[in-house]
């Protein structure tokens, strides 16, 4: 230890008196003692090597990585909101802020994100990928499959749409890609597998989205909105949900699938809603077999159709020299609902399911218990 103290010492006392020197001698500058010192480094056993760096090669898995960032990023976005939450005892709103992601549908400024995203915002803003921000207006939203279409006035220039593909070639164990803005950190790229499919999730008013996508690439906070991606780019599903007591991944996510989307976006687009069929029966109690009829809208295709619910029937009764009127509720005539097209149904969200996936105007088969019998009740939907 002492000789390797000894000799580094050595070293710099060398330097120091050769330094010393070259300047007494005058006219050699700092850049001639460097390249003394260098040379007298280099003529030196033990001047340090560095070793030729390999070229880099990339797998294949990475490459696909690469081309799926590059020709996708610039079309994702970040969004935030500002809304107003009320306090029921002060009487005074309280400012909120949310964020979530987005994506570039088209050329023309629509923009394709989560439902929940900006439910109840009074102001919208998108940051694009180049970091400029524009207001959004709500163009349509599907609540029960928790999609919304925003619009933004920006240049064609600066939108990078991301073609949609089809989910229904999703396969198990396929790898798949996420992009979005979680806690705020833009454009973060995770990438995962499909770990399962048709998954249900349950919504705000008891309703259940279908055919979910489930993931295991890392999904937190703000990634709501986000693309999911096959490895050709294409958008297969909108990253909408995780699995976790915490708030955070736990590898568990729940993605949207574009094959509802597309469905979903047209529809918005063309008439800035989703018209859904109605078919006039507006309260049904979940029975031990089928769903009983309470009550029908007045002229609605139900009644029209001769479906039958509660009957509020005037009962009189007597108390010595007075008579009251009584208005009871009659269930003994009402229709019980098994099935719709063949199709049974046991709570109310298979019973909208079996309606909904027909279009206003066509026809459905309702087959109810009436009196210990078993009928079929043709019912033209209308519109809702």
């Known amino acids: 230890m002492r000789q390797t103290v000894w000799v580094a010492f050595g070293a710099s006392v060398l330097g120091l008196f050769v330094g010393i020197l070259i300047t007494q001698n005058g006219g050699t500058n700092d850049v001639q003692a460097q390249s003394l010192t260098q040379q007298r480094l280099a003529d030196s056993d033990d001047a340090p090597t560095t070793p030729a ?90 609540a029960l499959n928790d999609v919304a279409v925003l619009k933004i006035e920006a240049s064609a220039n600066e939108l990078h749409p991301i073609l949609i593909g089809d989910s229904s070639k999703l396969r198990i164990g396929q790898r798949i890609h996420a992009l979005g ?58 990253n909408t949900a995780i699995a976790s007591s915490i708030g955070e991944n736990t590898g568990v996510g729940f993605a949207i699938p574009a094959n509802t989307v597309k469905r979903v976006v047209a529809q918005l687009l063309r008439d800035g809603k989703i018209i859904r069929p109605d078919i006039g029966i507006t309260r049904v109690y979940q029975v031990e077999q089928g769903l009983l009829i309470a ?63 027909h279009q206003p105007g066509e026809e459905v088969v309702v087959t109810v218990i009436r009196d210990g019998q078993r009928i079929d009740v043709k019912v033209t939907l209308g519109e809702e």
Not at 211 to 221: E, G, H, K, P, T
């Open 181 to 238: 803005n979680p806690f705020g950190l833009e454009r973060t790229y995770t990438v995962g597998i499909v770990s399962s499919l048709n998954r249900t999730l349950p919504t705000a008013d008891r309703r259940t989205m279908k055919s979910i996508i489930q993931i295991d690439a890392a999904l937190n906070q703000g990634n709501s909105g986000g693309p999911l991606l096959n490895s050709a780019g294409h958008l297969v599903g909108v």
């Open 295 to 357: 009550t029908i809208a007045r002229g609605g295709p139900a009644e029209q159709a001769g479906l039958k619910g509660f009957k509020l029937v005037k009962i009189k009764t007597q108390r010595g020299p007075f008579v009251y009127e009584e208005t009871r509720v009659d269930q003994s005539q009402a229709d019980r609902i098994i099935a719709v097209d063949g199709q049974q149904v046991d709570s109310v969200d298979s019973f909208l399911t079996a309606v909904e996936s």
């Open 53 to 142: 760096l390999a070229p880099v090669e990339y797998t294949a898995e990475e490459k696909v990585n690469f081309h799926v960032y590059d020709s996708v990023n610039r079309g994702v976005v970040h969004i935030t909101t500002k809304s107003a939450r009320t306090n029921s005892f002060l009487l005074f709103e309280t400012p909120t802020e949310g964020a979530g992601s987005g994506s570039v549908l088209d050329k023309d400024g629509h923009l394709l994100t989560n439902y929940h995203v900006v439910r109840g915002a009074r102001e919208i803003y998108v940051r694009l990928y180049n970091g400029e921000e524009y207001p959004a207006g709500v163009v349509g939203v599907d």
